[in-house]
Nanobody, 125 residues
């Protein structure tokens, strides 16, 4: 079982970036699988930013990213994406995707049992 993030890098404030979470060892078609995106800025606790379930319901977003970030998935590629628009300096950090064996979404990181290694996002002009 594996989750691998990619797509991180340097982005200017107001810019856009698209992160990927490639998964293997389980199927995104599974209704009992939820995928979360989290981030951790230096010196801060890890923050949950979104969750998408396998049931097809709309993803949940933290207030800090709502209206700017969008989650999508390509089930054929077993890959999820995090489209980051209007990026702000406070969006900088290491971004992780993780799996929970749930039929619903939760932003509680304790529910997630497998994590990727993360991809770094830096925001600077």
């Amino acid at each position: 079982l594996r989750l691998e993030e990619s797509g991180g890098g340097l982005v200017q404030p107001g810019g856009s970036l698209k992160l990927s979470c490639a998964t293997s060892g389980f199927s995104l078609h599974n209704y009992a699988v939820a995928i979360g995106w989290f981030r951790q800025a230096p010196g801060k606790e890890r923050e949950a930013i979104s969750c998408s379930s396998g049931t097809g319901e709309r993803p949940n977003y933290a207030d800090s990213v709502k209206g700017r970030f969008t989650v999508s998935k390509d089930r054929a590629k077993n890959t999820l994406y995090l489209q980051m628009n209007n990026v702000k300096p406070e969006d900088a950090g290491v971004y992780f995707c993780a799996r929970a064996q749930l039929r619903f979404c939760t932003l509680d990181e304790l529910a997630y049992d497998f994590w990727g290694q993360g991809t770094q996002v830096a925001v600077s002009s």
